[in-house]
Nanobody, 119 residues
Framework: QVQLVESGGGLVQAGGSLRLSCAAS????????MGWYLQAPGNQRELVVTITNSGSTNYADSVKGRFTISRDSAKNTVYLQMNSLKPGDTAVYYC?????????????WGQGTQVTVSS
């Protein structure tokens, strides 16, 4: 199992930046895949970016060139640096961890952090 705690959300003007943090309760290299997802009101949760324990990343097209995922193994923390924010980025952002146990995958979610981008 893993517990995830996000922080860093807030209100920012369009064009601004925020950095989200996701602290994990275990070594992030013991987690097969970590990532960030967003959920806007009335919409389904959707991918922002994932990173495997070997460092491979997968970004949604909408954030390529603006958002960057990084990690600090000493702090068991994954970060999402968000630049050039747009009002359309407004959503609750969730940290995700996927653990493989045999042939099964287990998903874990943080509590979410609100990001609001004003025009």
């Amino acid at each position: 199992q893993v517990q995830l705690v996000e922080s860093g959300g807030g209100l920012v003007q369009a064009g601004g930046s925020l950095r989200l943090s996701c602290a994990a309760s275990r070594s992030i290299f013991s987690i097969n895949v970590m990532g960030w997802y967003l959920q806007a009101p009335g919409n389904q949760r959707e991918l922002v970016v994932t990173i495997t324990n070997s460092g491979s990343t997968n970004y949604a097209d909408s954030v390529k060139g603006r958002f960057t995922i990084s990690r600090d193994s000493a702090k068991n923390t994954v970060y999402l640096q968000m630049n050039s924010l747009k009002p359309g980025d407004t959503a609750v952002y969730y940290c995700n961890a996927r653990l493989q146990a045999g042939s099964n995958w287990h998903n874990y979610w943080g509590q979410g952090t609100q990001v609001t981008v004003s025009s």
